[in-house]
């Protein structure tokens, strides 16, 4: 049975701290690695990996892909209260580009 | 630009009464669509996929029925709602049917079952 998991599930940090991510997935057919942040409502697009080694980097967001250890993470510099929300990870397996989610990493980001 | 549309935004209803949650994008063709749930503090779970008109795949055994009358327009309908049917209920699309797509989420709708 395919499965993605994230870790840590939640964390509190305060305002300018780095936060890492995890992402460790055992999936049949890997094809890509999505990251997703989501707020109150709709999760948001951050990032897409298929290639292990490239960073993928946006403002304070960076993310990168282990294809060798089958893990993902995410790293979020000099935090803001605005980074505040749940971080999902989902893979790929398909080529209907169906997502299988992880539980999520909660991001609180204290003042 | 691509957007997409969700609506009841918030439901609530009892036991056993029917449901249907209606998604629609605009500004894109032919889009694979899928709905999805999370439940309280979880991740999300795919319920439905289509890659197009009347073609739906479930991916789970549940309570629920989805329905794509037409290219942008998904349907997510329950005959009698269960308890267990509660949740933040979310619609995506991705062009067409290449899993290097990202998949764009509407706003959801938060269905309360009492």
């Known amino acids: 049975e395919d499965k993605v998991v994230q870790s840590p599930l939640s964390l509190v940090v305060h305002e300018g701290d780095t936060v890492t991510l995890n992402c460790s997935y055992e999936?049949?057919?890997?094809?890509?690695l999505l990251w997703y942040k989501q707020e109150k409502k709709a999760p948001t697009f951050l990032f897409m990996l298929?290639?292990?080694?490239i960073e993928k980097k946006s403002g304070r967001l960076s993310s990168i892909l282990d294809k060798k250890e089958l893990s993902s993470i995410l790293n979020i510099t000099a935090t803001q209260t605005g980074d505040s929300a749940i971080y999902l990870c989902a893979v790929t397996t398909d080529s209907w580009g169906k997502l299988q989610f992880g539980a999520g990493t909660q991001v609180v980001v204290t003042p | 630009s691509q957007t997409i549309h969700q609506w009841p935004a918030t439901l609530v209803q009892p036991v056993g009464s029917p449901l249907s949650l209606e998604c629609t994008v605009e500004g894109t063709s032919n889009p694979n669509l899928y709905w999805y749930r999370q439940a309280a503090g979880r991740g999300l779970q795919l319920l439905f996929y289509?890659?197009?008109?009347?073609?739906i795949s479930s991916e789970v055994p549940q309570n629920l029925s989805a329905s794509r009358p037409q290219d942008r327009q998904f349907i997510l309908s329950s005959k009698k709602l269960l308890l267990s049917d509660s949740g933040f209920y979310l619609c995506?699309?991705?062009?067409?049917?290449?899993?290097?797509?990202?998949?764009?989420f509407g706003p959801g709708t938060r269905l309360t079952v009492l």
């Open positions: 999936v049949t057919n890997f094809r890509s």
């Open positions: 289509s890659i197009g008109i009347d073609q």
């Open positions: 298929t290639s292990s080694g």
């Open positions: 995506a699309w991705s062009l067409d049917a290449n899993s290097y797509n990202e998949q764009f």
